[in-house]
């Protein structure tokens, strides 16, 4: 029997929980690092074949002049990040930019725009494109902010596959981080998405200037949802200059990169059938702290030379990583 046989997910694995406590959440974190991460490899081994790694293409449909004002954003209109307000990319010009994600090797295409929430005549052409991406043979994937139920269920029946929602931080961090909207309008959306028969992404950023507590309380409430996202991203703050975040940043110690791998790690044994994305943050990561995250159950990345308005790592480089650590990307 050879050894891939055995990583297969193993009929009987113990089901997701939903009633994760804090208290238990908290003791994850406080395990000895090699413990923790030995648990988590495990559970990601009863779930996932853990040599396969998901990778989505973003683009950013939509750039700039967004009127919110999260405190990490380069597209909040708000702050001189040198991000300059762009309009909705044309169907044809979004067409050509998920051929070329498919071709360079991604499976799924994750369109963002810079709103608050879609208007209605807004959604009709981001519509158009989720039917046009899809019929390319892409899982199709989008964010753009708050919606409501019949906007949700219009993207449904275009053919969206995932919505990407984050909670960002804990309940009582997120105000330190976004006055224009709250906590509980992120999950109304999450609801209506999931409503919808949409597969939901959601997860959070860290490195934020948050405490240990605050990734206890994110991942407590994501694994607290009534289903766990089918997909969680964890990112790693990507500091752009303008941004309330990167000057507070500037006069607090940086994260150790080993809590930001505890957080997949966490996230990992808290929702053990989701996908656990390594998100934004890579591009200033070393690839021994990425081989960890592997370690830690993560088993998907954003993969091209951009996230959304930000650099990520090439995709020669990446498949170098991938390759260098024998990990396969799932098609
Ligand atoms: N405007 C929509 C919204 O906020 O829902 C969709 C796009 S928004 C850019 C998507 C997510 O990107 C945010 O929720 C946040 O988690 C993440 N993000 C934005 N800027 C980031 C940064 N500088 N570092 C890490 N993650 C970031
Ligand atoms: C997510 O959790 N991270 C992505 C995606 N969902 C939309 C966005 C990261 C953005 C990083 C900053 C930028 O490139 O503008
Ligand atoms: Fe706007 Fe989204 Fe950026 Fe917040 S994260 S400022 S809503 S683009």
Request: charged share 20%; aromatic share 6%.
């Amino acid at each position: 029997m050879s050894l891939a046989h055995d990583h297969r997910p193993q009929p009987g694995s113990i089901p997701p929980r939903h009633d994760w406590t804090r208290e238990q959440v908290r003791a994850l974190f406080a395990l000895p690092f090699p413990e923790l991460m030995f648990r988590a490899a495990v559970t990601h081994r009863e779930h996932f074949d853990p040599a396969e790694v998901q990778i989505s293409t973003l683009l950013s449909i939509k750039t700039g002049g967004c009127p919110e004002d999260c405190a990490y954003c380069p597209q909040a209109a708000r702050y001189d990040t040198g991000v300059a307000a762009e309009k909705l990319m044309s169907l044809d010009a979004v067409l050509t930019e998920a051929r070329a994600a498919k071709a360079g090797g991604a499976s799924r295409f994750c369109m963002g725009a810079a709103w608050r929430s879609p208007k209605d005549r807004e959604l009709d052409n981001v519509c158009a494109m989720v039917e046009g991406v899809k019929a390319l043979g892409l899982e199709t994937c989008a964010t753009l902010g708050m919606l409501t139920g019949d906007q949700a269920a219009r993207l449904k029946a275009s053919g969206l596959d995932y919505y990407n929602h984050n909670l960002d931080t804990s309940p009582e961090y997120y105000g330190a981080i976004i006055t224009t909207r709250t906590y509980g309008d992120r999950l109304d959306t999450l609801e209506h998405v999931r409503a919808a028969g949409i597969n939901v992404c959601c997860g959070g950023i860290v490195g934020m200037g948050e405490g240990l507590e605050d990734r206890v309380g994110m991942i407590t409430t994501l694994a607290g949802l009534p289903v766990h996202p089918e997909s969680v991203p964890i990112n790693m703050l990507v500091q752009v200059e303008g941004t309330p975040l990167a000057t507070a940043a500037k006069n607090a110690a940086k994260l150790d990169p080993l809590d930001f791998v505890r957080t997949i790690a966490v996230a990992r044994i808290c929702m053990p059938a989701s996908m656990v994305r390594l998100s934004a943050g890579r591009e200033d990561m070393s690839e021994e702290t990425q081989a960890l995250c592997f370690l830690a159950g993560a088993n998907s990345i954003f993969y091209g030379p951009k996230l959304l308005t930000t650099p990520n790592p090439g995709r020669d480089s990446d498949m170098a990583l991938l390759d260098k650590l024998g990990l396969r990307p799932l098609t």
